[in-house]
């Protein structure tokens, strides 16, 4: 079993950034892969930063890249996404999400993920 919460959101401006942090125990840390998910009300939760499975490659999705940047620190078992000139657009609430190495999955669909944090809200005003 592997807990997860994250932390980090709340209300910030347009052009702005925030920082979440996700941290796990549980488990060994180094077994699984990490990503980080959102969702808006009356939307499915979409795809925003994974790490590959082998972990040395990042993906974003295209509404976020070149704002958005997944890191993880393994000393503390914590998973960042780094998010800078929000947009109102970006207002969700923010998932990370933890699936097993060995599968060797893309991380880009939900159901590739075995244990989910409970989420937290960032909101961008305009």
């Known amino acids: 079993q592997v807990q997860l919460v994250e932390s980090g959101g709340g209300l910030v401006q347009a052009g702005g950034s925030l920082r979440l942090s996700c941290a796990a125990s549980?488990?060994?840390?180094?077994?699984?892969?990490m990503g980080w998910f959102r969702q808006v009300p009356g939307k499915e939760r979409e795809f925003v930063a994974v790490f590959s499975w082998s972990g040395d490659s990042t993906y974003y999705a295209d509404s976020v890249k070149g704002r958005f940047t997944i890191s993880r620190d393994n000393a503390k078992n914590t998973v960042y996404l780094q998010m800078n000139s929000l947009k109102p657009e970006d207002t969700a609430v923010y998932y990370c999400?933890?699936?097993?190495?060995?599968?060797?999955?893309?991380?880009?669909?939900?159901?590739?993920?075995?244990?989910w944090g409970q989420g937290t809200q960032v909101t961008v005003s305009s």
């Open positions: 549980g488990r060994t840390f180094s077994s699984y892969v």
């Open positions: 999400a933890a699936r097993t190495r060995s599968r060797q999955s893309s991380g880009r669909y939900e159901n590739q993920y075995d244990y």
